[in-house]
C-alpha cells in the first residue's frame, strides 16, 4: 500500500538553530501536504501546507519544500525556539472527489534545547 | 480565537460498554471529522461529515462505530462495545468551507478496560 512516512523519530537541536524534518511519500498523485505540530497533550495544529504545483512555500520562519521527483517533503523552521518543541506530522491528502482527508505519518519529536 | 472544545478530557470504561465522545466543532464550520491516535503512534482517520451524512470513513470506523450531528452545535462519536484495543486519544476536527485547513480539538482519552 502507498503510504505517508518520516525519516527521523527524534531530532534534537539547540535553541537558535534551524530545525529541518524530512517527510517520504509515496502516493505520486497526491497533490496537497500539509505539516501539523503536536503539543504534548494537544491536538495537531496546522503550521502550512503546500499543493503539488509548487515546491516552496514560506511562512513565519516556517519553510515547506517540496521536491515531487524524489517525493520528499521537508519542514524547515528557523531560528527554532523552545516553544517549538513538539511532534511534528506531515500529512497529504487522501480525500477522493474533492474532499480533504490528511492522512498523517508517524510523526517526529523536536526537542530544542535552551 | 474560536476552537474545537471536545468533552469528556478522559473516559474510563469497561469493556464491552458503550461510550459517547462529544466534541463542539468551530460554530461556522461545515466538515467534521473523527481520528484516533494510539500512544506514540501516528494519527489516524476514522470518518468525515459533511452535509448531515457520512462521507469518508476508514477501515478501522467498523459497525461498532457511529457518528451523530443532534443539533447545529454537538458532533459525536458513539462507540457501541468498546474493547480494548479501542484505548486511544480520540480527536474531532472541523473545517470550513475552504474543506482544507483542519481545526482539532485537544482530545478525549479513552481507556478501557
Known amino acids: ?23 517520504a511519500y509515496s502516493n505520486s498523485a497526491s497533490d496537497y501536504f500539509i505539516w501539523y505540530k503536536q503539543e504534548s497533550g494537544k491536538g495537531p495544529q496546522f503550521i502550512i501546507d503546500i499543493r503539488s504545483n509548487m515546491d516552496k512555500r514560506q511562512g513565519q520562519r516556517v519553510t515547506v ?21 513538539a511532534v511534528y506530522f506531515c500529512a497529504e491528502n487522501t480525500g477522493a472527489g ?17 | 480565537e474560536p476552537e474545537v472544545t471536545q468533552t469528556p478530557s478522559h473516559q474510563v470504561t469497561q469493556m464491552g460498554q458503550e461510550v459517547i465522545l462529544r466534541c463542539v466543532p468551530i460554530s461556522n464550520h461545515l466538515y467534521f471529522y473523527w481520528y484516533r491516535q494510539i500512544l506514540g503512534q501516528k494519527v489516524e482517520f476514522l ?43 480520540y480527536f474531532c476536527a472541523s473545517a470550513d468551507r475552504g474543506k482544507e485547513k483542519l481545526f482539532f ?5 479513552l481507556s478501557v478496560l
Open chain 1, 1 to 23: 500500500g502507498e503510504s505517508v512516512g518520516l525519516h527521523l523519530p527524534t531530532l534534537s537541536v539547540q535553541e537558535g538553530d534551524n530545525s529541518i524534518i524530512n517527510c
Open chain 1, 65 to 85: 519544500l517540496l521536491n515531487k521527483t524524489v517525493k520528499h517533503l521537508s519542514l524547515q523552521i528557523a531560528a527554532t525556539q523552545p516553544g517549538d518543541s
Open chain 1, 98 to 114: 474533492g474532499s480533504y482527508i490528511p492522512t498523517f505519518g508517524r510523526g517526529t519529536s523536536l526537542i530544542v534545547h535552551p
Open chain 2, 47 to 89: 470518518v468525515s461529515f459533511y452535509n448531515n451524512e457520512i462521507s469518508e470513513k476508514s477501515e478501522i470506523f467498523d459497525d461498532q462505530f457511529s457518528v451523530e450531528r443532534p443539533d447545529g452545535s454537538n458532533f459525536t462519536l458513539k462507540i457501541r462495545s468498546t474493547k480494548l484495543e479501542d484505548s486511544a486519544m
Open chain 2, 105 to 109: 480539538g485537544s482530545g478525549t482519552q
